[in-house]
């Protein structure tokens, strides 16, 4: 999976959702702001155990839909300090791979 997620990212490089940054900090207060697409394309990330969770879409009245995902977990080293820095992406690897699977929009209809 991991391997699937680098080539989508290098080949849909010009995907905006790619373009979005991520704020990481390490312990000894060095922090910067990097792409997803320099995450994502560089490999700097290990693929989590698959979880069952509550969906967020759907109203607590109505229905509680279980839905299964697998976190992203960041890994980099600290260019200051040398100790790991590690977060979690902000979208599950599912979403992930829908969002560099997807074709952009109509250029006519949206311009």
């Known amino acids: 999976m991991k391997d699937t997620l680098v080539s989508l990212s290098k080949k849909n490089r010009d995907n905006i959702f790619l373009k979005n940054k991520l704020k990481i900090r390490c312990k000894c207060g060095h922090s910067e702001k990097i792409t997803y697409y320099e995450l994502l394309s560089g490999g700097e990330f290990s693929i989590g155990e698959n979880t069952q969770t509550i969906s967020p879409f759907i109203s607590e009245g109505v229905i509680e839909e279980t839905i299964s995902i697998t976190p992203i977990n960041l890994a980099r080293k600290c260019p ?7 977060a ?3 979208l599950s690897l599912q979403d992930t791979i829908s969002l560099l699977m997807s074709q952009p929009p109509d250029s006519q209809m949206y311009g």
């Open 80 to 86: 200051v300090c040398g100790e790991d820095i590690t």
């Open 88 to 90: 979690m992406f902000p």
